[in-house]
């Protein structure tokens, strides 16, 4: 499976973005897609993920309540829509694929196979 990664920008405080990861080559529906993220000087941490049987959805602690993945399986498109966003939020965003993870591989990126390009997401004023 392919996958492209959209929907940065510049945005501010308060403000909201949605993330979009489409795929290609695969059904999206078959793999379970993480979201990661990577600020400058930083290692590359987990945001949210979706499963793929089920669509349970799984977030960090700074991102719950602001953050909600949702599945559009016509589109094959994956979204992560980001209210509420702070500074500390900026990062380059990644999205993620694999079809064999069990709950507890969702939150380490090593254990995913297939990565979108990222998509860089500034929270200024």
């Known amino acids: 499976v392919q996958l492209q990664a959209s929907g940065g920008g510049l945005v501010l405080p308060g403000g909201s973005l949605r993330l979009s990861c489409a795929a290609s080559?695969?059904?999206?529906?078959?793999?379970?897609v993480g979201w990661f993220r990577q600020a400058p000087g930083k290692e590359r941490e987990f945001v949210a993920a979706i499963k793929s049987n089920g669509d349970s959805t799984y977030y960090a602690d700074p991102v719950k309540g602001r953050f909600t993945l949702s599945r559009d399986n016509v589109k094959n498109t994956v979204y992560l829509q980001m209210n509420t966003l702070k500074p500390e939020d900026t990062a380059i965003y990644y999205c993620?694929?694999?079809?064999?993870?069990?709950?507890?591989?969702?939150?380490?990126?090593?254990?995913?196979?297939?990565w979108g390009q990222g998509t860089l997401v500034t929270v200024s004023s």
């Open positions: 080559g695969r059904r999206i529906s078959r793999y379970s």
């Open positions: 993620a694929a694999d079809s064999a993870l069990i709950t507890s591989s969702l939150f380490q990126p090593d254990n995913y196979d297939y």
